[in-house]
């Protein structure tokens, strides 16, 4: 199928916004902000999926994004769980304060 955009865009806006979700991860102490990185990690690889699945003509990247975000809203659901239990036991969701309750 002809798309007006070259898939070499869609892999280099893909890598961008891994990129930033990896560089999110390893750099910010905020736990909200820790998960919004992880979620754009995975967004940038459903971004790929859909753009080379359209690109071969094939669905079967776009079955797997419905999986990937079936993960993601699991996984937003159950950290924000242990986040809201965190917060009201300590107060704060500063990823330093939480190595402080290992004793």
Request: proline content about 1%.
């Amino acid at each position: 199928m002809f798309s007006a955009i070259p898939l070499n865009y869609y892999i280099i806006v893909s890598t961008l916004i891994f990129c930033i979700g990896v560089l999110g991860v390893l750099f910010r102490r905020n736990a909200i902000v820790i998960f919004m990185c992880i979620e754009l990690m995975l967004n940038a690889i459903n971004l790929l999926l859909v753009a080379f699945s359209s690109f071969h003509g094939d669905a079967a990247g776009q079955v797997f994004v419905f999986f990937i975000m079936a993960v993601a809203a699991a996984e937003v659901a159950v950290g924000l769980a242990i986040l809201t239990m965190i917060y009201r036991n300590t107060g704060s969701v500063d990823i330093n304060f939480l190595s402080k309750l290992k004793w």
